[in-house]
T-cell receptor
Framework: DAGVTQSPTHLIKTRGQHVTLRCSPI?????VSWYQQVLGQGPQFIFQ???????GRGNFPDRFSARQFPNYSSELNVNALLLGDSALYLC?????????????FGAGTRLSVL | SQQGEEDPQALSIQEGENATMNCSYK?????LQWYRQNSGRGLVHLIL?????REKHSGRLRVTLDTSKKSSSLLITASRAADTASYFC??????????????FGQGTILTVHP
C-alpha cells in the first residue's frame, strides 16, 4: 500500500510568488495535516483538515491556506512568499482527526525562496 | 511554538551502546509519540505512549512517560549505525479544538559510529 505522497519533492521560488503543494493521504485516511519544518527545528503545525473542513489552524499568517478535496487529498497554498517561508513542508494523514491517532508523514516538499 | 525541550540536543555514541533521549512538555496530553527523521526527510513513527501508560517497549526501543513531571524518555538499546538520525518527541493535547495537532520538540541528533 502506498504511504502519504507529496509533490513536488523540491521547489524553488522567488519572493512574492505563490506556491501550491500537494498531498495524497494513505488510502482510507480522511484527515490530513500540514506542518512546516524550518532547518534545525521541529515541525510546526499549520492546518488539519477532515471531511473537507478545517479542524485546526496553527499560528501562521493568512498567506497560508489549504483545502481538502472529496478524495481526501489536500493542497497547501502560500501567497506572497517570504524568505522565511523556506522550509520542509510535511503532510501527515490519519484515519480521523482524533488525538489518539498515529499520524503518518510523507517525505515532504522542500521549498526554497530566493 | 514548540511544546517543550529535548535533551540532549546532540548525542554521539559507538555502535552497541545504548542511547537515551529525554523530552519535556508543558500541557496535559492525550499521548506522546516519538518519531525519527533521516537527513531532513519525512518523519517515521516509532512508538506512541498514552497518558495512562508509564512504559512501553517496541523491539530495541523503550519509552517511559512521567505525567507528573511532564517528561518522557526514549531508550534505544544496542544501537546501530543505521540508527543515526534526528529523533523528535511530539505530544497530542488532551481536549481543545485542534485535538489532532501534534506539538514537536526541537529534536535530538543521534550519531552512532561504527
Amino acid at each position: 500500500d502506498a504511504g502519504v505522497t507529496q509533490s513536488p519533492t523540491h521547489l524553488i521560488k522567488t519572493r512574492g510568488q505563490h506556491v501550491t503543494l500537494r498531498c495524497s493521504p494513505i488510502s482510507g485516511h480522511k484527515s490530513v495535516s500540514w506542518y512546516q519544518q524550518v532547518l534545525g527545528q521541529g515541525p510546526q503545525f499549520i492546518f488539519q483538515y477532515y471531511e473537507k473542513e478545517e479542524r485546526g489552524r496553527g499560528n501562521f499568517p493568512d498567506r497560508f491556506s489549504a483545502r481538502q478535496f472529496p478524495n481526501y487529498s489536500s493542497e497547501l497554498n502560500v501567497n506572497a512568499l517570504l524568505l522565511g517561508d523556506s522550509a520542509l513542508y510535511l503532510c501527515a494523514s490519519s484515519p480521523d482527526p482524533g488525538a489518539k491517532n498515529i499520524q503518518y508523514f510523507g517525505a515532504g516538499t522542500r521549498l526554497s525562496v530566493l | 511554538s514548540q511544546q517543550g525541550e529535548e535533551d540532549p540536543q546532540a548525542l554521539s555514541i559507538q555502535e552497541g551502546e545504548n542511547a537515551t533521549m529525554n523530552c519535556s512538555y508543558k500541557t496535559s496530553i492525550n499521548n506522546l509519540q516519538w518519531y525519527r527523521q533521516n537527513s531532513g526527510r519525512g518523519l517515521v513513527h516509532l512508538i506512541l505512549i498514552r497518558s495512562n501508560e508509564r512504559e512501553k517497549h517496541s523491539g530495541r526501543l523503550r519509552v517511559t512517560l512521567d505525567t507528573s513531571k511532564k517528561s518522557s524518555s526514549l531508550l534505544i538499546t544496542a544501537s546501530r549505525a543505521a540508527d543515526t538520525a534526528s529523533y523528535f518527541c511530539a505530544t497530542a493535547n488532551a481536549g481543545g479544538t485542534s485535538y489532532g495537532k501534534l506539538t514537536f520538540g526541537q529534536g535530538t541528533i543521534l550519531t552512532v559510529h561504527p
